[in-house]
């Protein structure tokens, strides 16, 4: 089966730092994702790991061990308008050269001046 | 175009009708894709089409839902007999190369459907 979990809601203060957690069990792995969407609006692109390790994007950072099936997204200089939903998104193939994404359910973070 | 787009924005239908729902890629992105997400769940896979190949239909919930895609471009997802569990945002994604490196899926802004 296939179980992505991340938790349902976070609080932060502004100008501070936040790490949203995702851990995984899926029928492969080609890549994991994450995406940051406003209520109403599409979810965006933010961030991809396929090896261990860290990337870092400005503010955003995004980890993975894929021995332990973990990954977070690191948020600094928290600002208002990153009050968003964050989904984690695990790549498993489908077969042949295909592929599709699993998503959780998404992390509401809320960020208070 | 710019992004991905999708038509109608919003729909609300009785139970028992069928709907249409229409994407528009992006301008050459061979891969295509449709999720389904309910109010308080995450983005559940539908179903995704790949150039001319034959799409992958594992994610559809049932033989009400169908989909397809015209001359590798413009794909519209019809749902047959709608149910009130069918209400949800129906979201289409494009991708340029599917499955390889990082392969970001572009969403479009959705359809908001309500089944009465």
């Known amino acids: 089966g296939q179980n992505i979990d991340q938790p349902t809601e976070m609080t932060a203060t502004e100008g501070a730092i936040v790490q949203i957690n995702c851990t995984y069990q899926t029928s492969g792995f080609n890549g994991l994702f994450w995406y940051q969407q406003h209520a109403g609006e599409a979810p965006t692109f933010l961030s991809y790991n396929v090896l261990d390790g860290l990337e870092e994007k400005g503010r955003f950072s995004s980890f993975l061990s894929r021995s332990k099936g973990y990954s977070y997204l690191l948020l600094k200089e928290l600002q208002m308008k990153d009050s968003a939903s964050y989904l984690c998104a695990v790549r498993v193939p489908l077969g042949g050269a295909t592929n599709k994404l699993i998503f959780g359910t998404g992390t509401l973070l809320a960020v208070q001046p | 175009g710019a992004g991905v787009s999708q038509s109608p924005s919003n729909k609300v239908t009785e139970k028992g009708k069928d709907v249409e729902l229409r994407c528009d890629p992006i301008?050459?992105?061979?891969?295509l894709y449709w999720y389904r997400q309910s109010l308080g769940q995450g983005l559940e896979f539908l179903i995704y089409f790949q150039g001319n190949s034959a799409p992958d239909k594992s994610g559809l919930p049932s033989d009400r839902f169908s989909a397809e895609r015209t001359g590798g471009s413009v794909s519209t997802l019809t749902i047959q007999r709608t149910q009130q569990e069918d209400s949800a945002v129906y979201l289409c994604?494009?991708?340029?190369?599917?499955?390889?490196?990082?392969?970001?899926?572009?969403f479009g802004p959705g359809t908001r459907l309500t089944v009465l």
């Open positions: 301008s050459g992105h061979t891969a």
């Open positions: 994604a494009s991708s340029s190369r599917a499955g390889e490196g990082t392969d970001t899926q572009y």
